[in-house]
Protein backbone atom coordinates (compact mmCIF):
# COMPACT_ATOMS: atom_id res chain seq x y z
CA UNK A 1 0.00 0.00 0.00
CA UNK A 2 2.76 2.13 0.44
CA UNK A 3 5.03 1.68 -1.63
CA UNK A 4 1.55 2.32 -4.34
CA UNK A 5 1.50 5.51 -2.79
CA UNK A 6 4.89 6.50 -3.22
CA UNK A 7 4.56 5.80 -7.10
CA UNK A 8 1.31 7.91 -7.25
CA UNK A 9 3.24 10.71 -5.11
CA UNK A 10 5.96 9.91 -7.84
CA UNK A 11 4.00 9.92 -11.16
CA UNK A 12 2.35 13.22 -9.74
CA UNK A 13 5.62 15.17 -9.00
CA UNK A 14 6.70 14.19 -12.98
CA UNK A 15 3.52 15.25 -13.85
CA UNK A 16 4.12 18.69 -12.69
CA UNK A 17 7.72 18.78 -13.58
CA UNK A 18 6.32 17.53 -17.14
CA UNK A 19 2.97 20.75 -16.89
CA UNK A 20 6.35 23.16 -15.91
CA UNK A 21 8.66 21.99 -18.45
CA UNK A 22 6.31 23.07 -21.17
CA UNK A 23 5.10 25.66 -19.61
CA UNK A 24 8.42 26.95 -19.45
CA UNK A 25 9.01 26.19 -22.89
CA UNK A 26 6.47 27.70 -24.56
CA UNK A 27 7.04 30.88 -22.40
CA UNK A 28 10.40 30.91 -23.93
CA UNK A 29 9.16 30.11 -27.21
CA UNK A 30 7.43 33.02 -27.24
CA UNK A 31 9.70 35.54 -25.51
CA UNK A 32 11.84 34.55 -28.39
CA UNK A 33 9.41 34.98 -30.99
CA UNK A 34 8.50 38.31 -29.47
CA UNK A 35 11.90 39.13 -29.37
CA UNK A 36 12.34 38.39 -32.84
CA UNK A 37 9.46 39.81 -33.58
CA UNK A 38 10.59 43.19 -32.04
CA UNK A 39 13.95 42.71 -33.74
CA UNK A 40 12.37 41.85 -37.09
CA UNK A 41 10.46 45.37 -36.96
CA UNK A 42 13.23 47.38 -35.79
CA UNK A 43 15.10 46.23 -39.22
CA UNK A 44 12.51 46.86 -41.18
CA UNK A 45 11.95 50.58 -39.40
CA UNK A 46 15.84 50.62 -39.97
CA UNK A 47 15.67 49.65 -43.68
CA UNK A 48 12.63 51.91 -44.00
CA UNK A 49 13.84 54.97 -42.83
CA UNK A 50 17.63 54.28 -44.74
CA UNK A 51 15.53 53.92 -47.54
CA UNK A 52 13.26 57.72 -47.39
CA UNK A 53 16.92 59.31 -45.97
CA UNK A 54 18.40 57.75 -49.63
CA UNK A 55 15.30 59.22 -52.10
CA UNK A 56 15.23 62.72 -50.11
CA UNK A 57 19.12 62.84 -50.56
CA UNK A 58 18.59 62.02 -54.33
CA UNK A 59 15.47 64.45 -54.54
CA UNK A 60 17.58 67.25 -53.18
CA UNK A 61 20.61 66.44 -55.50
CA UNK A 62 18.67 66.40 -58.27
CA UNK A 63 16.74 69.12 -57.21
CA UNK A 64 20.58 71.24 -57.21
CA UNK A 65 21.51 69.45 -60.42
CA UNK A 66 18.73 71.34 -62.04
CA UNK A 67 19.09 74.57 -60.61
CA UNK A 68 22.67 74.47 -61.35
CA UNK A 69 21.44 73.37 -65.35
CA UNK A 70 19.34 76.22 -65.51
CA UNK A 71 21.39 79.01 -63.68
CA UNK A 72 24.41 77.79 -66.28
CA UNK A 73 22.37 78.02 -68.96
CA UNK A 74 20.72 81.40 -67.65
CA UNK A 75 23.08 84.45 -69.44
CA UNK A 76 22.52 87.41 -66.91
CA UNK A 77 23.42 90.65 -69.48
CA UNK A 78 25.30 93.89 -68.09
CA UNK A 79 23.19 97.05 -68.38
CA UNK A 80 26.00 99.55 -67.85
CA UNK A 81 29.07 99.83 -70.07
CA UNK A 82 32.64 98.44 -68.44
CA UNK A 83 35.28 100.90 -67.24
CA UNK A 84 37.53 101.93 -70.48
CA UNK A 85 40.42 100.27 -68.20
CA UNK A 86 39.19 97.05 -68.98
CA UNK A 87 40.12 96.95 -72.19
CA UNK A 88 42.61 96.71 -74.38
CA UNK A 89 42.53 99.16 -77.83
CA UNK A 90 44.63 99.95 -80.82
CA UNK A 91 44.18 103.18 -83.10
CA UNK A 92 41.81 102.64 -86.45
CA UNK A 93 44.57 103.36 -89.27
CA UNK A 94 42.56 106.53 -90.18
CA UNK A 95 43.00 107.65 -87.09
CA UNK A 96 39.67 108.53 -85.96
CA UNK A 97 38.66 105.50 -83.96
CA UNK A 98 39.49 103.00 -81.42
CA UNK A 99 39.65 99.39 -81.46
CA UNK A 100 39.45 96.86 -79.08
CA UNK A 101 41.51 94.12 -79.32
CA UNK A 102 41.42 92.27 -75.49
CA UNK A 103 39.74 92.37 -72.37
CA UNK A 104 41.17 92.69 -69.01
CA UNK A 105 38.02 93.02 -66.60
CA UNK A 106 36.86 90.53 -64.06
CA UNK A 107 33.38 89.90 -64.72
CA UNK A 108 32.00 87.09 -67.17
CA UNK A 109 29.27 89.96 -68.59
CA UNK A 110 30.74 92.45 -70.72
CA UNK A 111 29.85 95.81 -72.23
CA UNK A 112 31.60 97.56 -74.51
CA UNK A 113 31.30 101.02 -74.06
CA UNK A 114 31.00 103.83 -77.03
CA UNK A 115 33.87 105.52 -76.83
CA UNK A 116 37.60 104.92 -75.35
CA UNK A 117 39.76 107.49 -74.71
CA UNK A 118 37.62 110.41 -76.34
CA UNK A 119 37.26 108.18 -79.63
CA UNK A 120 34.21 106.13 -80.94
CA UNK A 121 34.75 102.23 -80.89
CA UNK A 122 34.50 101.28 -84.60
CA UNK A 123 35.98 97.85 -84.69
CA UNK A 124 35.91 94.84 -81.96
CA UNK A 125 38.94 92.74 -83.97
CA UNK A 126 39.15 90.03 -81.04
CA UNK A 127 38.15 89.36 -77.60
CA UNK A 128 41.04 87.93 -76.41
CA UNK A 129 40.82 87.34 -72.05
CA UNK A 130 42.42 85.10 -69.65
CA UNK A 131 38.29 84.99 -68.11
CA UNK A 132 35.33 83.81 -69.64
CA UNK A 133 33.57 85.56 -71.12
CA UNK A 134 29.85 84.40 -71.32
CA UNK A 135 28.01 87.46 -72.62
CA UNK A 136 28.96 90.97 -74.80
CA UNK A 137 27.04 93.74 -75.70
CA UNK A 138 28.65 96.27 -78.14
CA UNK A 139 27.35 99.86 -78.38
CA UNK A 140 26.29 101.76 -81.10
CA UNK A 141 28.95 102.83 -83.70
CA UNK A 142 30.77 99.86 -83.95
CA UNK A 143 30.50 98.85 -87.47
CA UNK A 144 32.39 95.38 -87.24
CA UNK A 145 32.67 92.43 -84.21
CA UNK A 146 35.28 89.48 -84.22
CA UNK A 147 34.46 87.16 -81.42
CA UNK A 148 38.27 86.32 -81.31
CA UNK A 149 40.62 83.74 -80.78
CA UNK A 150 40.85 82.89 -76.81
CA UNK A 151 38.23 81.94 -74.87
CA UNK A 152 35.49 82.53 -77.93
CA UNK A 153 33.98 79.06 -77.03
CA UNK A 154 32.35 79.92 -73.24
CA UNK A 155 30.13 83.26 -75.17
CA UNK A 156 26.98 82.28 -75.27
CA UNK A 157 24.86 85.13 -76.03
CA UNK A 158 26.51 88.47 -78.13
CA UNK A 159 23.87 91.73 -78.73
CA UNK A 160 25.17 93.85 -81.80
CA UNK A 161 24.03 97.73 -82.49
CA UNK A 162 22.42 98.03 -86.15
CA UNK A 163 26.08 100.12 -86.90
CA UNK A 164 27.18 96.84 -87.24
CA UNK A 165 28.22 95.37 -91.33
CA UNK A 166 29.90 92.59 -90.55
CA UNK A 167 30.97 90.19 -88.31
CA UNK A 168 32.76 86.55 -87.00
CA UNK A 169 30.97 84.74 -84.57
CA UNK A 170 31.44 81.25 -86.24
CA UNK A 171 33.97 79.99 -83.06
CA UNK A 172 31.27 81.40 -80.05
CA UNK A 173 28.70 79.37 -78.38
CA UNK A 174 26.00 81.27 -78.81
CA UNK A 175 22.17 79.67 -79.35
CA UNK A 176 20.26 82.83 -80.49
CA UNK A 177 21.23 85.29 -82.53
CA UNK A 178 19.80 88.66 -84.18
CA UNK A 179 21.22 89.73 -87.68
CA UNK A 180 22.10 93.84 -86.94
CA UNK A 181 20.05 95.98 -89.63
CA UNK A 182 23.17 96.88 -91.39
CA UNK A 183 24.17 93.43 -92.22
CA UNK A 184 23.51 92.38 -95.67
CA UNK A 185 25.24 89.04 -95.92
CA UNK A 186 24.63 86.86 -93.68
CA UNK A 187 28.35 84.89 -92.38
CA UNK A 188 28.74 81.76 -90.92
CA UNK A 189 27.03 80.66 -87.72
CA UNK A 190 28.04 78.62 -84.94
CA UNK A 191 27.08 74.68 -84.98
CA UNK A 192 25.16 75.30 -81.90
CA UNK A 193 23.01 77.74 -83.04
CA UNK A 194 19.16 77.24 -82.56
CA UNK A 195 17.52 80.14 -83.80
CA UNK A 196 17.80 83.42 -85.74
CA UNK A 197 16.27 86.41 -86.70
CA UNK A 198 16.77 89.03 -88.75
CA UNK A 199 16.29 93.20 -87.76
CA UNK A 200 17.07 94.24 -91.45
CA UNK A 201 16.89 93.56 -94.67
CA UNK A 202 20.03 91.22 -95.58
CA UNK A 203 20.62 90.44 -99.59
CA UNK A 204 22.71 87.71 -99.33
CA UNK A 205 23.08 84.19 -97.22
CA UNK A 206 26.58 83.74 -97.15
CA UNK A 207 28.38 80.33 -97.85
CA UNK A 208 28.41 77.95 -95.30
CA UNK A 209 26.67 80.37 -93.05
CA UNK A 210 24.28 77.24 -91.89
CA UNK A 211 26.68 74.64 -92.49
CA UNK A 212 26.39 72.28 -89.50
CA UNK A 213 24.05 74.05 -87.26
CA UNK A 214 21.48 73.00 -84.87
CA UNK A 215 18.72 75.34 -86.21
CA UNK A 216 15.33 73.32 -87.02
CA UNK A 217 13.27 76.26 -88.89
CA UNK A 218 14.13 79.50 -91.30
CA UNK A 219 12.38 82.34 -92.64
CA UNK A 220 14.50 84.17 -94.50
CA UNK A 221 13.37 88.09 -95.31
CA UNK A 222 11.79 88.71 -98.85
CA UNK A 223 15.12 90.59 -99.44
CA UNK A 224 17.21 87.78 -100.27
CA UNK A 225 18.09 87.62 -103.46
CA UNK A 226 21.02 84.91 -103.61
CA UNK A 227 21.72 81.94 -101.21
CA UNK A 228 25.02 80.76 -102.11
CA UNK A 229 26.87 76.68 -102.18
CA UNK A 230 26.93 74.91 -98.96
CA UNK A 231 25.02 77.21 -97.09
CA UNK A 232 23.07 74.89 -95.61
CA UNK A 233 25.00 71.87 -95.89
CA UNK A 234 24.73 68.88 -93.58
CA UNK A 235 21.75 70.99 -91.61
CA UNK A 236 20.01 67.94 -90.50
CA UNK A 237 18.10 69.43 -87.93
CA UNK A 238 16.55 71.48 -90.18
CA UNK A 239 12.81 70.83 -91.30
CA UNK A 240 11.30 74.09 -92.41
CA UNK A 241 12.66 77.11 -94.51
CA UNK A 242 11.09 79.26 -97.50
CA UNK A 243 12.58 81.08 -100.31
CA UNK A 244 11.68 84.20 -100.78
CA UNK A 245 9.97 85.99 -103.85
CA UNK A 246 12.91 88.09 -103.87
CA UNK A 247 14.93 85.20 -104.55
CA UNK A 248 16.80 85.43 -108.00
CA UNK A 249 19.68 82.91 -107.54
CA UNK A 250 20.82 79.33 -105.47
CA UNK A 251 23.94 77.87 -105.68
CA UNK A 252 26.37 80.97 -105.92
CA UNK A 253 25.72 84.58 -107.26
CA UNK A 254 27.75 83.30 -110.80
CA UNK A 255 26.02 79.82 -112.01
CA UNK A 256 29.23 78.29 -112.21
CA UNK A 257 30.88 76.51 -109.38
CA UNK A 258 28.08 76.54 -106.56
CA UNK A 259 26.47 73.38 -105.05
CA UNK A 260 25.69 71.70 -102.01
CA UNK A 261 23.20 74.39 -100.73
CA UNK A 262 20.92 72.16 -98.84
CA UNK A 263 23.36 68.86 -99.34
CA UNK A 264 22.18 65.98 -96.88
CA UNK A 265 19.33 67.99 -95.10
CA UNK A 266 17.59 64.88 -94.43
CA UNK A 267 15.00 66.24 -92.47
CA UNK A 268 13.85 68.63 -94.32
CA UNK A 269 10.43 68.39 -95.01
CA UNK A 270 8.75 71.51 -95.90
CA UNK A 271 10.56 74.34 -98.32
CA UNK A 272 7.79 77.45 -98.90
CA UNK A 273 7.96 78.51 -102.17
CA UNK A 274 5.75 81.42 -103.24
CA UNK A 275 3.67 81.29 -106.25
CA UNK A 276 4.91 84.92 -107.48
CA UNK A 277 8.96 82.85 -107.66
CA UNK A 278 8.79 81.98 -111.09
CA UNK A 279 12.06 81.62 -112.14
CA UNK A 280 16.06 81.13 -110.02
CA UNK A 281 19.41 80.65 -111.64
CA UNK A 282 20.85 77.35 -110.72
CA UNK A 283 24.85 76.65 -110.90
CA UNK A 284 25.23 74.63 -113.63
CA UNK A 285 27.17 71.94 -111.75
CA UNK A 286 24.57 72.39 -109.10
CA UNK A 287 22.94 68.50 -109.27
CA UNK A 288 23.51 68.55 -105.67
CA UNK A 289 22.36 71.22 -104.65
CA UNK A 290 19.42 68.94 -103.07
CA UNK A 291 21.08 65.87 -102.97
CA UNK A 292 20.10 64.09 -99.78
CA UNK A 293 16.59 66.12 -99.00
CA UNK A 294 15.04 62.55 -98.69
CA UNK A 295 12.29 63.80 -96.91
CA UNK A 296 11.43 66.53 -99.17
CA UNK A 297 7.39 65.75 -100.63
CA UNK A 298 6.93 65.10 -104.56
CA UNK A 299 5.41 68.44 -104.67
CA UNK A 300 8.03 70.48 -103.40
CA UNK A 301 10.41 68.39 -105.71
CA UNK A 302 8.12 69.00 -108.71
CA UNK A 303 8.04 72.75 -107.85
CA UNK A 304 12.04 72.92 -107.59
CA UNK A 305 12.35 70.99 -111.02
CA UNK A 306 10.08 73.77 -112.69
CA UNK A 307 11.80 76.91 -110.99
CA UNK A 308 14.60 75.09 -113.45
CA UNK A 309 16.20 72.81 -110.97
CA UNK A 310 17.68 69.68 -112.76
CA UNK A 311 19.14 67.58 -110.09
CA UNK A 312 18.57 64.74 -107.83
CA UNK A 313 16.92 64.32 -104.03
Same mark, same amino acid.
Given at each position: ????? *???????????????????? *????????????????????????? %?????? /??????????????????????????????????????????????? %?????????????????????????????????????????????? *????????????????????????????????????????????????????????????? *?????????????? %???????????????????????????????????????????????????????????????????????????????? /?????????
Amino acid at each position: MFCKK *KATLLVAILCVFAVSFVACS *KKDAVSSGAATGADGATSQEVTKAD %KKAEEK /KAKAEAKKAKESKKGSSKVKLPTTPNAEEDFIVTLTEDGTGAIVTGY %KGKSGAVYIPATIQGLPVKEVVRFDSDNEVTAIVVSDGCTYFGAGS *KNETSLKYISLPDSVTDYDIRFTSVTEFEVPAGVKVVRKMPPTLEKISFRGTPEEIGREAF *KDTNIKTITLPDSI %KGIRSKAFENCIALESINLPASLEWLGDESPVFGCCTFWECSNLKEIIIPDSLTSVIFPEDGGSLFFGCSSLPLATQARL /KQLGYEGSF
